[in-house]
């Protein structure tokens, strides 16, 4: 099981004519990250959006506005998150609207409500579910604050499997997270032939009080090249180039954050998924490159150990894309 081979050539299709448009001063979208809400049935540790948004927490972005987000964006892959979304009343219906876009849509949950709602989504090869663990019972049932979500999640991942739904997971690892504890999790989570494991490191957002939580990049680096040695048959969803980044082994000096634009119930969040030092009501103020002069590694200090996927995995991809060989040199 792996990702849908028409996903990996209409990325292809997408990408290759646009693949030197950022050293012309040209930026586009690659991954849409729609958070239609910010609400959610969980607080969990070195999570800043709930925090982030307390203002905002009880607003749900229209059906109508969140599909105009998408054809703005015209990214092919749309990430729908929050917030959990599947608290959003009218979340099928955006779902299905973007399908009918003929985007690849990842939603993103923590799979407490997925079992009741599975029946609402189309079983559809441009659907899949990303549950999100941050570990074994013990490690995920601390993160979140609530004893039972370890055994929900699973639970809820074995039923969507069962019903014949995409099934993916996403694990951020922490500053003293458990190598060992991440191994077993991911040998269990491919065991039960999830569709793939994403991986990121952990980010002290301004808003999250608990910032020992977080990874300083030398550490992250030697924490990731433990849990990356020997991949005994591990399943990574992220790009080859980015897990080589995680390692040390991979330097990227520019960010690509740019690629992954975020929208939310205020706006596009300016300049990205992990800082908002405002929010824009149009796209193209994230994509003038004028603004990635002032942000990104050596130019904003808050971005000085940023390792996340959102800034350094459309890097890789432009990497990938740009030159093929280095992926058959690693």
Not at 86 to 101: A, M
Not at 129 to 158: M, Q, S
Not at 315 to 325: H, I
Request: charged share 30%.
């Amino acid at each position: 099981m792996g990702r849908p081979m028409t996903m990996t050539l209409e990325l292809a299709r997408y990408l290759w004519p646009r693949r030197r448009w950022p050293k012309e001063g040209k930026l586009f979208p690659l991954v849409l990250m729609l958070e239609p809400l910010e609400a959610c049935n969980l607080r969990c540790a070195g999570c800043g959006r709930v925090r982030e948004y307390a203002a905002v927490v009880d607003r749900r972005m229209p059906v109508e506005e969140a599909l105009r987000a998408a054809e703005t964006a015209g990214a092919p892959v749309v990430s729908v998150s929050g917030g959990e979304p599947l608290l959003h009343p009218e979340i099928e219906e955006i779902v299905r609207g973007l399908i009918e876009q003929k985007r690849w849509v990842y939603l993103c949950t923590n799979g407490l409500l997925l079992p009741e709602k599975l029946e609402k989504f189309p079983r559809h090869k441009r659907l899949c579910f990303v549950v999100h663990l941050d570990g074994t019972e013990k490690v995920h049932d601390a993160i979140t604050g609530r004893p039972g979500t370890f055994r929900a999640a699973v639970e809820a991942i074995k039923e969507a499997l069962r019903r014949g739904y995409r099934v993916a997971t996403n694990t951020t690892v922490f500053h003293g997270s458990d190598i060992p504890d991440l191994r077993q999790l991911f040998r269990l989570l491919t065991d039960l032939g999830v569709e793939g494991l994403m991986i990121s490191p952990g980010y002290a957002y301004e808003a999250v009080p608990e910032r020992d939580l977080f990874l300083q990049k030398e550490e992250a680096i030697k924490v990731f090249r433990a849990l990356l040695s020997g991949r005994d048959g591990f399943r990574f969803y992220d790009n080859p180039l980015f897990l080589d980044f995680l390692q040390g082994k991979r330097d990227y000096r520019e960010c690509a954050a740019w690629a992954i634009p975020t929208y939310t119930v205020l706006g596009w969040r300016l300049p990205c998924y992990l800082i908002a030092d405002r929010h824009a009501q149009d796209l193209r103020e994230i994509l003038a490159p004028e603004v990635w002069e002032r942000y990104g590694p050596g130019r904003d200090p808050r971005c000085a150990g940023c390792m996340l996927h959102s800034g350094f995995e459309p890097q890789s991809v432009l990497e990938a894309v740009n030159r093929p060989w280095v992926l058959l040199r690693r």
